[in-house]
């Protein structure tokens, strides 16, 4: 019985767990979604506008994922160029990849393009206020 208890509890914090790391990055569908898990989001949300035929957004995305994942304070969203013209047309977007940086509803940031890994974490201090991503050294003192 005890034994079944524990299986159950380590079953549930596993779930929880994923369910955590699920929604740090997430897809966007529609204008409806973008709206309520980025505009409306309670935390910073770095948007990536790409196309699955994008060279640059196949290193891009990696990336991203890679600075944003330890950050507890900080989402991912995925935006489909080719699914999602009325967004394309709304942010703009001429060049994939493009990546938008949302705080509380307003575009705080942008880049177009593969950069360099000090702009993405010059962008992501910029979302959370000065700190840095896990294991990241203050590029000014280097």
């Known amino acids: 019985m005890l034994s ?8 549930s914090t596993r779930n929880i ?11 966007i569908n529609d204008n409806t979604e973008f709206v309520d898990k980025v505009m409306n ?3 910073p949300v770095i948007v990536n ?13 990696p990336k991203l994922e890679e600075l944003i994942g330890p950050m507890n304070e900080l ?8 699914d999602n013209p009325e967004l394309v047309h709304t942010f703009e977007v001429k060049a994939v990849p493009a990546v ?11 880049f177009i393009g593969l950069v360099d890994a000090n702009m993405i974490d010059n962008l992501i201090k910029k979302l959370t206020g000065g ?11 280097q």
């Open 49 to 61: 506008f790409h196309a699955e035929w994008c060279d640059p957004c196949k290193i891009l995305t």
């Open 131 to 141: 700190q840095h991503p896990p294991g990241k050294a203050d590029t000014a003192t």
């Open 41 to 43: 989001s309670s935390v």
């Open 75 to 82: 989402n991912l969203a995925i935006v489909n160029v080719e």
């Open 4 to 11: 079944t208890v524990r299986n159950l509890i380590r079953l």
């Open 100 to 110: 938008i940086a949302v705080s509380n509803g307003l575009v705080v940031d942008k």
């Open 17 to 27: 767990t994923l369910l955590s790391q699920r929604h740090k990055k997430f897809q």
